[in-house]
């Protein structure tokens, strides 16, 4: 098992950045059911499929509305308006205040979610506490 932290990933290239992105995206993707939606937002859902349902010609799709949004955005600000780009500029607090471990796949497939881990990293804690306690209560 790997133990990074977010400050670590912020550092990496990219590319090398993404494939912990689709590790965390497909954990959420694989228990549906543990992400919480609020009755309101399951209603705007509904109302928004309903509608659709009754006129599918009047959407439109993601990238068409996207490429609206950005061009005419975009005639109106410059890259000057924003000031000096810092990279990673909270990578150290993140470091400070998270942390991220990495499970190889055949581990990862163990464990549902991360309160099983953290629960079954626990009982092994408890074990070898205990473990120890017995040994240097026996060497006495």
């Not at 912020?10 to 609020?38: F, G, H, K, N, W």
């Amino acid at each position: 098992m790997n133990n990074i932290s977010i400050a670590d990933i912020l550092e990496l290239p990219v590319q090398e950045r993404i494939r912990p992105v689709e590790l965390i995206c497909d954990s959420v993707a694989a228990v549906p059911e543990a992400v919480e939606v609020s009755p309101a937002l399951k209603t705007e859902l509904e109302v928004r499929l309903e509608e659709f349902e009754k006129n599918p010609e009047a959407g439109y799709f993601w990238n068409e509305g996207k490429l609206e949004i950005t061009d005419n955005l975009r005639p109106k600000y410059k890259r000057s308006d924003f000031g000096e780009v810092v990279p990673d500029k909270y990578a150290s607090h993140i470091k400070d205040e998270t942390n991220v471990v990495l499970l190889e796949p055949d581990v990862a497939q163990a464990f549902p979610n991360d309160e099983a881990v953290n629960k079954t990293l626990r009982y092994l804690m408890e074990v070898a506490e205990t473990s120890t306690r017995l040994t240097k209560h026996q060497s006495l």
